[in-house]
C-alpha cells in the first residue's frame, strides 16, 4: 500500500521556473526522503529530513517537513530540462520497521527547454 | 565507486515461467532490499536482507516470489509460474545500515506475456 500521496500528478513548466510538488502521508515517521526516477533509470536519493527538522537545503532544491500536517514540500529552483523526471517522496514509518520505505505514486515533472 | 547493478535490465517471459533476477549491491552494504514498481506507481516493498539472513519477507505477493542472498553480497529474486500481473519493474537497493540510505540500481523490467 502506498503511504504518501504527491501533488500534483504532473506538473509541466519552463526552464528557469521554480517547481514544487509536495506529499502527504498517513503515520508517524522518522524520516522523509525525496528520490528522482528519469526514464528507463532507478531511483537516485535528492535529500533526506528528519521528523524534528523542519527545513533542509541541497543546492537547488528545498525540503519542507510539517508533522503536525503530516506533509513535506520539495521545491527546485531555477529549473532545467535536465530537471525531467518523476519525484517520489518516500517515508519509513518509527518503530520497529522503520528499514521499509514507502513510496508515493510519484509527480512527474516536464521542465520545456 | 560502481553503484547498484541489477541485470538482466529487460526480461520477457511467457506466463508460467520462471525467472531469475540478479541484484549485485554496492560492496560492503549490509542491508539489502527489493522492490516492485508497477506502471505508473511508487516502488513497493517486497523483501529485507540484512547480510544473508532475510529478516522481512512481508511485502512478497505470493509464494511464488523467493528472494535469497546465500554469501551475503548477491541477491536473486525468483519469480516461479510468472502470471501477467507480475509484469513490473523489480528494483534492488542496497545500504550500509537498515536506517542508511537506500542506494536503488536500475532495475529489471519484466514483461510477462
Known amino acids: 500500500s502506498q503511504q504518501g500521496e504527491e501533488d500534483p500528478q504532473a506538473l509541466s513548466i519552463q526552464e528557469g521556473e521554480n517547481a514544487t510538488m509536495n506529499c502527504s502521508y498517513k503515520?508517524?515517521?522518522?524520516?522523509l526522503q525525496w528520490y528522482r526516477q528519469n526514464s528507463g533509470r532507478g531511483l537516485v536519493h535528492l535529500i533526506l529530513?528528519?521528523?524534528?527538522?523542519r527545513e533542509k537545503h541541497s543546492g537547488r532544491l528545498r525540503v519542507t517537513l510539517d508533522t503536525s500536517k503530516k506533509s513535506s514540500s520539495l521545491l527546485i529552483t531555477a529549473s532545467r530540462a535536465a530537471d525531467t523526471a518523476s519525484y517520489f517522496c518516500?517515508?519509513?514509518?518509527?518503530?520497529?520497521?522503520?528499514?521499509?520505505?514507502?513510496f508515493g505514486k510519484g509527480t512527474l515533472l516536464t521542465v520545456n527547454p | 565507486g560502481a553503484g547498484v547493478s541489477q541485470s538482466p535490465r529487460y526480461k520477457v517471459a511467457k506466463r508460467g515461467q520462471d525467472v531469475a533476477l540478479r541484484c549485485d549491491p554496492i560492496?560492503?552494504?549490509?542491508?539489502l532490499f527489493w522492490y516492485q514498481q508497477a506502471l505508473g506507481q511508487g516502488p513497493e516493498f517486497l523483501t529485507y536482507?540484512?547480510?544473508?539472513?532475510?529478516?522481512?519477507k512481508s511485502g512478497l505477493p505470493s509464494d511464488r516470489f523467493f528472494a535469497e542472498r546465500p554469501e551475503g553480497s548477491v541477491s536473486t529474486l525468483k519469480i516461479q509460474r510468472t502470471q501477467q500481473e507480475d509484469s513490473a519493474v523489480y528494483l534492488c537497493?542496497?545500504?550500509?545500515?537498515?536506517?542508511?540510505?537506500?542506494?536503488f540500481g536500475p532495475g529489471t523490467r519484466l514483461t510477462v506475456l
Open positions: 537497493a542496497s545500504s550500509q545500515g537498515a536506517k542508511d540510505t537506500q542506494y
Open positions: 503515520t508517524s515517521i522518522n524520516n
Open positions: 529530513i528528519r521528523s524534528n527538522e
Open positions: 518516500a517515508t519509513d514509518p518509527s518503530g520497529g520497521s522503520n528499514y521499509k520505505l514507502t
Open positions: 560492496s560492503g552494504h549490509v542491508s
Open positions: 536482507f540484512q547480510n544473508e539472513a532475510q529478516l522481512d
